[in-house]
């Protein structure tokens, strides 16, 4: 127990002076953590596509409805409804599955070098806050032994020398899939948040 309080406690600096000492507090840094990267997502998402010609973003984002991120293979809720039904535990397990495949495919991520360097430390800082998370819950241990064993091969292209067309096409894959799963995970850890509180109106 005095270990997961100091680690609370780490997990906090910068965003309370006060030691966290529930997980109401916890998710409230995780919500605060996972909300920065979606927006950091966002930005390096925007930034790409203002370099394109306006026909390269028609065609881009015609060829990405119809292709496959690579974490799609973790399962997770096909609508707001499912996600309201799904118990904390799960939001939190599709959460760390999501967050733990994009820190070795962040380093990857086109855009400014100072924008993708703050992405995979903060990925593993939310990693350890999402596992903090589990195994604070009923069942935890047991659940997060389950989320460990997955682990997501990176994009089959990573190691390959891209040039011209397909470089533009893997490059806006890859910032459009990581802009959809930090998107999913805000949503997750906002939702297992909100479960947390009773009164609160959970509704998406």
């Given at each position: 127990m005095d270990r997961v309080v100091l680690l609370l406690s780490v997990l906090s600096l910068g965003v309370s002076s006060q030691p966290i000492?529930?997980?109401?507090?916890?998710?409230?840094?995780?919500?605060?953590?996972?909300?920065?990267?979606?927006?950091?997502?966002?930005?390096?998402?925007?930034?790409?596509?203002?370099?394109?010609?306006?026909?390269?973003?028609r065609q881009l984002n015609k060829i990405f409805l119809q292709d496959f991120c690579n974490s799609d293979y973790i399962i997770s809720p096909i609508d707001k409804h499912?996600?309201?039904?799904?118990?904390?535990?799960?939001?939190?397990?599709?959460?760390?599955?999501?967050?733990?495949?994009?820190?070795?495919?962040?380093?990857f991520l086109s855009g400014g070098s100072a924008l993708r360097n703050q992405i995979s430390p903060r990925l593993s800082e939310l990693k350890t806050g999402i596992q903090l998370l589990i195994t604070a819950n009923?069942?935890?241990?047991?659940?997060?032994?389950?989320?460990?064993?997955?682990?997501?091969?990176?994009?089959?292209?990573?190691?390959?020398?891209?040039?011209?067309?397909?470089?533009l096409r893997r490059n806006y894959e890859l910032l459009a899939c990581f802009k959809k799963d930090m998107h999913k995970v805000e949503t997750y850890l906002t939702v297992a948040k909100c479960r947390l509180s009773p009164e609160a109106n959970c509704t998406l």
């Open positions: 000492t529930d997980s109401q507090h916890l998710f409230s840094i995780a919500v605060s953590r996972i909300q920065n990267l979606h927006l950091l997502a966002q930005r390096l998402f925007s930034n790409f596509e203002s370099t394109l010609q306006t026909e390269d973003q499912e996600t309201q039904r799904s118990s904390v535990l799960k939001l939190l397990s599709i959460s760390y599955r999501l967050v733990e495949s994009w820190e070795f495919s962040s380093r009923q069942d935890g241990a047991e659940m997060f032994s389950d989320v460990s064993a997955l682990q997501l091969a990176p994009y089959g292209n990573f190691y390959q020398s891209l040039g011209g067309e397909e470089l």
